[in-house]
């Protein structure tokens, strides 16, 4: 597969120094595909196409633009089997997770986005004044590369409802269904330079972006480090800046709840996608008295999460991303257990030869402020602690320079809020609560500052005007 061009003005063109980068399946660790790769003049075009698309795109009714962005909908929807595919092959995701996490749900998003149009208040009048809200102009997407057709569609659904027009980068390592979205946006009559696609190197198509004087607004998910780089490059230019950043979220079991039921759910979520997800549940918190309940119900668990082929339905692990993230995750497991952590299950041995596979791998002894406590692994990799008290799990989940995410488990509803409250994190899940995709997802501290999906998602990318009169 070659996808030897980028989306720039309505056109596909060669990339302006002809290079290419090769796309591997981190299962097979064949390579797939070859990807154009965008240079600093590339970006110059893709923001001069955007900024002469603005002023039209800005100006048509929402309304219009919504009926546009339906055809995107429904011409992603046609192809959502080939969606799929390339999301296994180039994630390395199982099809089951790849056709609900990755495909359905980066269709849900932008489901969300469009219906979420209604609801934005495009005009108010506050006493004399009449409040506009209009497109904050050029918006610069980088995407990570761990859901890639999710991410891209989280960002893009606000940005283009809002009537920004976009240069979106995505990942290096995952750049494949960016670009069945392009085409599908294409196929749906987008008109030229509302979308445009430069792919390519991080430090050089990203900060091209980021620095460039005629990009308004710079809508960022990846690391935590890369977003703090991104925000002082963005300074100088007074750029507004959306982070959705890393996580280390706490699954908190109290007292009263289905420990089974709890410590089965968070052990699947804090695995799926390979553990590759920055919300994942990656600190597990029970009562004290019941840790070793845990630890083996948590074993068990893991061992059942069948690991192989993602092409195969009953796959439930893949390979984590590459190579480097494999040898990454290994080595958080390794220094944990020189620091004292045991192993529940899993361990960093690769469990095949073949592919960039990772155990589901579960730790308990660990001190509330070793490396893996603390740190965002994005692998397959959890640790358990115990609590004792309501009190005792709150500190202990606060006990993080990320906010993500969270969950609480409890008998009683009132207790479970009233818990969910006082966690310093922008989701929280009670009981297992089902994922809302039109429900505001973002980060406190070190998580980021960006609120993404339904109208949040799409006031990320507005300018408020106040008219007097
Ligand atoms: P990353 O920060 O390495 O890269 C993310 C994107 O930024 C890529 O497109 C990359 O090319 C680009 N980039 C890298 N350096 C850049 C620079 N100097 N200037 C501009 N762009 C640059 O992250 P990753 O490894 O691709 O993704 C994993 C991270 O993403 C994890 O920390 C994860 O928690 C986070 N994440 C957060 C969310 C969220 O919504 N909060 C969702 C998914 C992933």
């Known amino acids: 597969m070659t996808h030897g061009r980028l989306f720039i003005g309505g056109r596909w063109q060669a990339p302006s120094d002809g290079g290419s980068r090769e796309v591997e399946n981190p299962a097979t660790e064949q390579v797939i595909a070859r990807v154009a790769e965008g240079g600093p003049r590339d970006v110059e075009h893709a923001v001069a196409a955007a900024r002469v698309a603005f002023p039209s795109w800005s100006a048509t009714p929402v309304a219009d633009r919504v009926v546009l962005l339906e055809g995107w909908y429904a011409e992603l929807r046609a192809v959502s089997g080939q969606l799929?595919?390339?999301?296994?092959?180039?994630?390395?995701?199982?099809?089951?997770?790849?056709?609900?996490?990755?495909?359905?749900?980066?269709?849900?998003?932008?489901?969300?986005?469009?219906?979420?149009?209604?609801?934005?208040?495009?005009?108010?009048?506050?006493?004399?004044?009449?409040?506009l809200r209009e497109?904050?102009?050029?918006?610069?997407?980088?995407?990570?590369?761990?859901?890639?057709?999710?991410?891209?569609?989280?960002?893009?659904?606000?940005?283009?409802?809002?009537?920004c027009t976009v240069v979106l980068k995505p990942a290096e390592l995952t750049p494949l269904s960016a670009y069945l979205l392009v085409e599908a946006a294409e196929r749906a009559g987008l008109p030229a330079g509302v979308l445009n696609l430069v792919t390519g190197a991080g430090a050089v198509v990203g900060e091209a972006l980021v620095t460039h004087p005629d990009v308004d607004v710079v809508s960022f998910t990846g690391s935590t480090a890369v977003?703090?780089?991104?925000?002082?490059?963005?300074?100088?230019?007074?750029?507004?800046?959306?982070?959705?950043?890393?996580?280390?979220?706490?699954?908190?079991?109290?007292?009263?709840?289905?420990?089974?039921?709890a410590v089965t759910s968070t052990v699947e979520a804090a695995m799926l996608n390979s553990g590759q997800t920055c919300s994942a549940w990656s600190r597990l918190l029970v009562p004290a008295p019941r840790l070793a309940e845990a630890e083996e119900i948590a074993a068990a668990v893991a061992a059942g999460l069948v690991l192989g082929d993602p092409l195969a339905e009953s796959t439930r692990l893949g390979p984590v991303v590459s190579a480097g993230q494999r040898a990454t995750v290994a080595g958080f497991v390794d220094r944990a257990v020189s620091a004292g952590a045991r192993i529940v299950a899993g361990g960093s041995a690769p469990p095949r030869s073949l592919g960039h596979f990772h155990a589901a791998t579960v730790l308990s002894d660990v001190a509330p402020d070793a490396e893996v406590v603390r740190e965002e692994v994005f692998g397959p990799v959890m640790t358990?602690?115990?609590?004792?008290?309501?009190?005792?799990?709150?500190?202990?989940?606060?006990?993080?320079?990320?906010?993500?995410?969270?969950?609480?488990?409890?008998?009683?509803?009132?207790?479970?809020?009233?818990?969910?409250?006082?966690?310093?994190?922008?989701?929280?899940?009670?009981?297992?609560?089902?994922?809302?995709?039109?429900?505001?997802?973002?980060?406190?501290?070190?998580?980021?500052?960006?609120?993404?999906?339904?109208?949040?998602?799409?006031?990320?990318?507005?300018?408020?005007?106040?008219?007097?009169?």
């Open 227 to 261: 977003g703090a780089r991104i925000t002082a490059l963005a300074a100088p230019t007074v750029k507004r800046v959306c982070l959705e950043l890393g996580g280390k979220s706490a699954s908190v079991v109290l007292d009263d709840a289905d420990l089974v039921r």
């Open 384 to 469: 358990i602690q115990g609590h004792r008290s309501d009190d005792d799990a709150v500190a202990l989940a606060n006990a993080s320079s990320y906010g993500l995410h969270g969950g609480v488990w409890s008998a009683d509803p009132d207790r479970a809020l009233a818990l969910a409250r006082r966690l310093r994190t922008g989701q929280v899940d009670l009981n297992g609560a089902a994922f809302n995709p039109s429900a505001p997802f973002g980060g406190y501290g070190r998580s980021g500052n960006g609120r993404e999906l339904g109208r949040h998602g799409i006031e990320e990318f507005l300018e408020t005007k106040s008219v007097q009169r």
């Open 135 to 163: 497109a904050a102009g050029v918006a610069a997407c980088i995407t990570p590369w761990n859901y890639p057709f999710y991410q891209v569609l989280a960002k893009l659904g606000g940005a283009l409802v809002a009537g």
């Open 84 to 131: 799929v595919a390339t999301t296994v092959a180039e994630v390395g995701a199982p099809v089951a997770v790849a056709r609900e996490a990755h495909v359905d749900l980066g269709l849900a998003v932008l489901r969300g986005s469009l219906d979420a149009a209604a609801e934005v208040a495009w005009e108010e009048e506050v006493g004399l004044s009449l409040v």
